[in-house]
């Protein structure tokens, strides 16, 4: 992957499809020694321990950089799936959870649905980075965007511009922070994500949001997907009404009409 300037991308993005909240630079690899200056550490600066996703609103929302290691977390089923646990078999042990909670029919399902679960192996993850992607302050591995479905559409339109191939995503309805910070980094491939039961509860996440999240590698493609998907027709956001058709009345509007003598058939 060449240089990107990450500052020009978030605007052109930002600003093409005015987006209410900042795209985020997302790292997994970082030591907290390292982390930039002015870097949150909840557990540290606000004195007390926070999920993943009130990690992402805060930086999408309020522009912070936000680093999250173990002593930062108080969601168990994320520090279980982004390696922070360390417990020894963490699929089963999310699934068992899955089960204990109903979120699940039987430990079969439960078992099955985990399987399709992003995970990232225990102490893999040196700790969750997130920052608002403008402000360029370390090279991200995932890049996400907050929209809602118009403006999702549009980034689906630039990868397909570009890819040909069509999206496709999986839905669970819970620990959708795997799906949109993991997957797109292990499987190389966007992902269009319904934000799940914590994202709402927690941080706040609207019911009209959807999640966009992308491997950095792949963010070239779809910078130039967004300039030229559909420009020939004047694709963009917010989409342009159709406006060149004659609007019709229910009758009694005619009749009044006619009574004052205007008609509309000449």
Not at 132 to 155: C, D, S, Y
Not at 207 to 217: P, S
Not at 234 to 257: C, H, I, K, M, S
């Amino acid at each position: 992957m060449g240089h990107i300037d990450w500052q020009e991308t978030a605007e052109l993005f930002y600003n093409s499809l005015r987006l209410k909240t900042l795209p985020l630079a997302v790292q997994f690899s970082i030591e907290p020694e390292r982390f930039p200056a002015k870097t949150r550490r909840p557990s540290v600066d606000l004195g007390k321990r926070v999920t993943i996703c009130q990690a992402v609103t805060m930086a999408r929302v309020y522009g912070w950089t936000v680093g999250l290691t173990a002593a930062d977390l108080i969601c168990v089923p994320a520090m279980i799936a982004f390696g922070f646990s360390g417990v020894p078999q963490p699929p089963q042990t999310l699934a068992r959870l899955f089960r204990d909670v109903s979120f699940s029919r039987d430990q079969a399902s439960a078992d099955q649905e985990v399987q399709n679960i992003s995970f990232l192996a225990n102490g893999e993850a040196r700790s969750v980075l997130l920052a608002p992607l403008v402000k360029a302050l370390f090279e991200p591995q995932t890049v996400v965007i907050h929209g809602n479905p118009a403006q999702i559409m549009r980034l689906i339109q630039a990868w397909t511009y570009v890819h040909g191939d069509k999206l496709a995503s999986q839905f669970g309805g819970k620990v959708e922070c795997t799906e949109y910070l993991i997957a797109p980094y292990q499987k190389k491939l966007p992902r269009i994500v319904i934000p799940g039961m914590g994202d709402r509860i927690f941080s706040m996440t609207q019911d009209d949001e959807l999640v966009f999240a992308i491997g950095a590698e792949q963010m070239p493609a779809l910078v130039e997907g967004l300039k030229m998907a559909g420009k020939k027709i004047g694709a963009r956001y917010p989409v342009t009404f159709y406006q060149n058709f004659q609007p019709e009345f229910p009758p009694a509007y005619g009749d009044l009409a006619k009574q004052m003598g205007i008609r509309f058939d000449d």
